[in-house]
């Protein structure tokens, strides 16, 4: 399995106590597995995700990633499995406004160390953004940019991509056209996908939703499906 949690528990501060973020949550995501990630704002949607790509420490439970259990990793350990089995696309794309289109592409293939040209220009051909390889990212639209910030995902060849709200700043229009790219190439690489999302529309297009609530998943995608 690329991605499974078991019995993860975990806390923050709000305010003069404790409150109970996560608790007791359980999931497992398969190679290719496309699962949206819904829940009120303060659920742990967020905090969640940072703890399946290592970047905050496991309280409780076990979180193990290709093979990896993350809880007993060193930071050399997660950093090297966030550069080989992790892809991540945020919200707000950040790519490196001083290089390419094309170089934003290769960037984290060469970071983990399978640059492969064909590839890229593979991907860039798939999510329509051939052309704009000699550009530079400020001279892109939202929609762009966000193909952009895929391909560069994808381009490591990761097991698990996890994305927070990748279509957050896009309207309902691109916003379909990009998930719809995204599952497309999750499947064609059998690369898992966890995607948070407010959107029912996005959720839809995904193999199973689950709700995040009272530090609890629920399968929800039989009232969208």
Avoid: W
């Avoid at 905090?47 to 309280?59: H, K």
């Avoid at 381009?155 to 309207?171: F, M």
């Avoid at 190439?185 to 709700?211: C, E, F, P």
Wanted: aromatic content about 4%.
């Amino acid at each position: 399995m690329s991605l499974t949690i078991e019995s993860l528990g975990h806390q923050v501060s709000d305010g003069q106590r404790q409150r109970q973020l996560l608790s007791d949550l359980n999931l497992t995501v398969g190679p290719g597995e496309c699962i949206g990630l819904m829940g009120d704002s303060g659920s742990g949607k967020t905090t969640l995700l940072n703890l399946i790509a290592g970047l905050e420490p496991i309280q409780q439970g076990q979180i193990t990633l290709a093979g990896v259990e993350l809880a007993q990793a060193s930071e050399q350990q997660l950093s090297e499995l966030r550069k080989k089995q992790l892809g991540i696309i945020f919200q707000q794309y950040n790519l490196l406004s001083s290089l390419s289109v094309q170089d934003n592409i290769a960037f984290s293939a060469r970071l983990a160390g399978r640059y492969d040209t064909a590839l890229c220009h593979n991907l860039a051909r798939q999510l329509e953004i051939h052309s704009l390889l000699n550009q530079y990212p400020s001279t892109l639209s939202g929609g762009e940019l966000q193909r952009v910030a895929i391909a560069r995902a994808m381009s490591a060849q990761p097991k698990l991509l996890l994305a927070d709200e990748p279509t957050g700043n896009l309207d309902d229009d691109n916003s379909s056209r990009v998930v719809a790219l995204l599952v497309k190439l999750a499947k064609s690489h059998n690369t898992a996908l966890v995607l948070v999302t407010h959107s029912h529309n996005v959720a839809a297009k995904m193999d199973k939703i689950y709700q995040l609530a009272d530090g609890q998943l629920s399968l929800i995608n039989h009232v969208y499906k």
